[in-house]
């Protein structure tokens, strides 16, 4: 199994720049597909980006395409979310999650493994 750790969260002024990283404990990194939600306060938590094992498909929600973009280093066990041109509505905590498999997947039911999620904080 993994157990993934978030970092990178924080303030940022609408329009700009921020990367979220994911670091995976565990063995078999490789083996499993990422994917990246976030949860708005009084809100349900909502898919935001996925990457399958080895990386070549990742997916994204409509909200945040051609915004934000999923990598991963399987060598270092960990996922990247850099996202760009950012606006309040991506205020939100952000959660790392893992599942074996080798698709990708964006229902939260399909992962597993779940970090303890990291504040991104969009002002206006």
């Known amino acids: 199994q993994v157990q993934p750790v978030e970092s990178g969260g924080g303030l940022v002024q609408a329009g700009g720049s921020l990367s979220v990283s994911c670091a995976a404990s565990g063995r078999a990194f490789s083996s499993y597909a990422m994917g990246w939600f976030r949860q708005a306060p009084g809100k349900e938590r909502e898919f935001v980006a996925a990457?399958?094992?080895?990386?070549?498909?990742?997916y994204y929600a409509d909200s945040v395409k051609g915004r934000f973009t999923i990598s991963r280093d399987n060598a270092k066990n960990t996922v990247l979310l850099q996202m760009n041109s950012l606006k309040p509505e991506d205020t939100a905590v952000y959660y790392c999650a893992g599942r074996r498999g080798s698709s990708t997947y964006y229902h939260t039911t399909d992962y597993d493994y779940w970090g303890q999620g990291t504040q991104v904080t969009v002002s206006s």
């Open positions: 990457i399958n094992w080895s990386g070549d498909r990742p």
